[in-house]
């Protein structure tokens, strides 16, 4: 069965300490791998977009790694308003309607 | 701007009664969705469409019923059969893209309660 599990499920870290945030997979074929930043509220964010293992995508503090069993969303110097909910999901190759499948979310809480 | 909107952001369920979620976009996106999203679980699949006149079942789709009948329009309603309707519901487009594997783009959400 396909599916996604995120750890940790709550993460607090102070102002510019940096960590990592992992989503492991199992996918009969990985179409792709996808991470989205949602706030209280309010719908997900779009942030990247991996193919196959060894890519590498990166945005201001947010760095994303792709292996065969996992990803990681690394936040380097994180900042108060990097504080959201962080989902992982993906698509996998037999997935009727190429619909995707989430991860439970990390929220991650930065205090300054 | 290009983008997904969807309304009521807040709504309220009498007992017995069936509601209408609007989603609607202007990203000329072909494929749509709707899911659910309860506290502590993973947005699950509700109802998908890749095209207009045509749509699937996801993972719960007992209780809800969906029409596409122009491709920028998805609207979800959820009836009174569906008996634990209170949830946080995100609508969802897509560009089918060359791979099949572009991202989905997500609404703010409607919030429904029930009174």
């Known amino acids: 069965e396909d599916q996604v599990t995120q750890s940790p499920e709550a993460l607090r870290l102070q102002e510019g300490e940096s960590s990592s945030l992992n989503c492991s997979y199992t996918?009969?074929?990985?179409?792709?791998l996808f991470w989205y930043r949602q706030d209280p509220g309010k719908g997900p964010e779009f942030l990247f977009t991996?193919?196959?293992a060894g890519e590498e995508k990166e945005k201001e503090r947010l760095k994303a790694t792709l292996t065969k069993k996992e990803s990681f969303l690394h936040i380097t110097a994180p900042k108060p308003e990097d504080s959201a909910t962080y989902l992982c999901a993906v698509q996998a190759k037999n997935q009727a309607g190429t619909a995707l499948i989430f991860g439970k979310g990390t929220t991650l809480s930065v205090s300054s | 701007d290009g983008g997904i909107t969807q309304s009521p952001k807040y709504l309220f369920r009498k007992e017995g009664q069936n509601v209408t979620l609007s989603c609607e976009q202007n990203l000329n996106h072909d494929a749509m969705y709707w899911y659910r999203q309860d506290p502590g679980q993973g947005l699950r699949l509700i109802y998908y469409s890749q095209i207009v006149n045509d749509f699937q079942k996801g993972d719960i789709a007992e209780g809800y019923s969906v029409s596409r009948e122009k491709k920028e329009s998805f609207p979800l309603t959820v009836t009174s059969a569906q008996k634990n309707p209170t949830a946080f519901y995100l609508c969802a487009s897509r560009d089918r893209g060359h791979y099949g594997n572009q991202p989905q783009h997500f609404g703010d959400g409607t919030r429904l309660s029930i009174l």
């Open positions: 991996l193919y196959s």
């Open positions: 996918v009969s074929g990985l179409r792709g």
